[in-house]
């Protein structure tokens, strides 16, 4: 199962980076929504890897980030969550208070999987404005990642 989750996070990473190539690439012409959306991306997996390992995240979700700290945001928040697959134990619970501050639990397997789901969905909303600006999005099935 780590080795799955591992697998699943360097589809991720991979994807994230192609994203942000192609975005640096055409930066004078980008729709605002794209960026807002990619750093929720990167700020919520960031909150996410935090309260696995127990820490009271910084940022909300929505934070901006900015454009030429994305790259190194993708990267930090990838080797954290490879160590979590590592260090962790899937099955444990955790507990947490949202950003809301409502508190839940979860496994961290659960929460490992909404990660890449969260992840993959906006990415998907990504796309959809890429293309309305005119610019062609990125090939991001995980069946492409594979081959």
């Known amino acids: 199962m780590k ?19 192609k975005l640096v690439e055409a930066q004078e012409n980008l729709d605002p929504r794209i960026l807002r ?6 700020r ?4 996410w890897n935090s309260r696995i390992d127990g ?18 945001m993708d990267s930090f928040n990838y080797e954290a969550s490879k160590r979590i697959c590592e260090a962790s134990n ?3 619970v955790i507990c947490y208070t949202n950003s809301l501050g409502n508190e839940y639990s979860n496994k ?20 959809m404005l890429m293309r309305e600006v005119g610019m062609e999005p990125i090939p991001s099935d995980f069946i492409y990642f594979k081959r």
């Open 108 to 127: 961290i397997l659960d929460v490992l999987t909404h990660l890449i789901n969260h992840g993959t969905y906006h990415r998907g909303q990504i796309a």
């Open 90 to 92: 899937l099955e444990e």
């Open 3 to 21: 080795t799955y989750f591992k697998n699943l996070f360097e589809y991720n990473y991979q994807c994230n980076q192609a994203l942000m190539d």
């Open 37 to 42: 959306l990619l750093g929720h991306v990167l």
């Open 55 to 72: 820490v009271k995240p910084s940022k909300g979700p929505w934070e901006p980030v900015p454009i030429d700290f994305l790259r190194s």
């Open 44 to 47: 919520a997996h960031e909150i």
